[in-house]
């Protein structure tokens, strides 16, 4: 039980302590883990941990397309639009039909974006890490502020 309790405080402070690219990915992995949790649940016959696992996964994808600023994200954001409203239909399909191969689909979509997400985040962190050069001074010729 301890160790239940340290481990969802440790989560917690992540989630609270991370960049907002890091917490789109902690959210597609939580997507993710509950997609496979209803994907046992399917195979096992558990149909209200199947619900409860599809509930909670369309809850962070609707969470996670209704923070979307279509003003700065302009093409960018209508896509990930597309793409949540998209997988939000397939979820409730995956409940509708209790289908492994609709979930496997949903799975792996979820898994591209994530690591898209990843990679996005990564390559935007090592940029901030690599310090900017400042431009070379102009040379002065002859002392009189002339470029050269």
Known sequence: MYSNYAAQAYTRNAQNTASPGERIVMAYDGIIAKLKDARRAIEENRIADRFNALTKVGNVVNALSSCLDHEKGGEVAAQLERFYNYQFFQIQNI??????????????????????????????????????????????????????
């Open 95 to 148: 409940n509708i039909r209790n289908s492994t191969d609709l979930c496997d689909q949903v799975i792996a979509s979820f898994e591209e974006m994530r690591d898209a997400w990843s990679t996005v985040h990564r390559q935007a962190n090592q940029q901030v890490a690599q310090p900017q050069q400042a431009p070379a001074a102009p040379r002065v010729a002859g002392g009189i502020g002339i470029s050269t």
